[in-house]
């Protein structure tokens, strides 16, 4: 052991790099919500192409012995700026000292794991409080009937006046729907879903749908935000709350992340050499505090890019309308 705990010099931990890569904190889905754009600088701008242009219809047609008809599209931008967002934990001495050789790796693969955890937390609570603000989406609208009312309630309905409200304005029809935990519960409940999505023929005879059930329904793909976060102070009995509330965001996000391609949002990661990226760095053993140091950051900020391509179905399970 004094050879580990001796002048080992700061490095990327590539065991702890590839627990962290492969471990996926249970309940949080930010990191699928946007895709992820890797980007050189650590701030910098993206362009915002004109719909208008790319929509309209080009005359195609040269004439013999002519050039081809020259194409304008008008382009704006936008700018990011990406924090840097990091946490690290002591693997002291003693801890190690104490711990069988057998669980002295898990022992750090531990530590990854809980800071991984923070990480995500934080990143979630970024997101959730972005995208439930009706002042970030094309549109917004709370439901005629609250979700928990299973008898007045239309829960389809109100998720595919959101879709179309897109499709129509946009010409990009949504491929994505964002459901609390409590949103999702009383949807996934309801009497007409259970209908359409788990047996058509038969009328209260199925089951409660499953995600991918209702995938194949509605033709998106189906994120349900279950996350929790402990709202008290350090010191104080735990307080427990969902992350996201009882909003559904319905939008549209390519599978592939491009600066060149429309979307509702966008992850824009600072990528350049030597910045970290979500990977394990161990810090040099501390002589004075008897303990080393593992900690994992990135840089990174979240951007809603195109506002009209994302609804906001609000208060799906408190409207009083």
Known sequence: MSGYLQGRAVHIDHHLSNVALNYRPAGFIA???FPTVPVAKQSDTYVIFEQADLFRKENTVRARGGEANKIHTRVSSAGYYCKNYALKADVTLEDRANADPLFVRQFEEGRVMRLQDGLFLDWELRLANLLSSPANVGSSAAVGSAWTDYSLSDP???????VDNVEISTGYRPN???FSGNAWRHFRRNGKVIDKATNPHVTGGGVYPSARQIEELLEMQVLVGNAWQNSAQE????????IWNDHVLVYYAPDQP??????????????????PNLLVERHPYDTRRKCAEVEIGYYQDEVVT???LGFLVMAVTSSTL
């Open 176 to 178: 994505r729907v964002l």
């Open 306 to 308: 195109a506002k009209p």
């Open 156 to 162: 389809l309905g109100d998720i595919f006046r959101a």
């Open 258 to 275: 491009s600066m060149e391609s429309p979307s509702f949002g966008y992850n824009f990661r600072w990528t350049a050499p030597e910045v």
């Open 235 to 242: 010191g104080l009995g735990m307080n427990l709350s969902q």
């Open 31 to 33: 990191d699928r919500l």
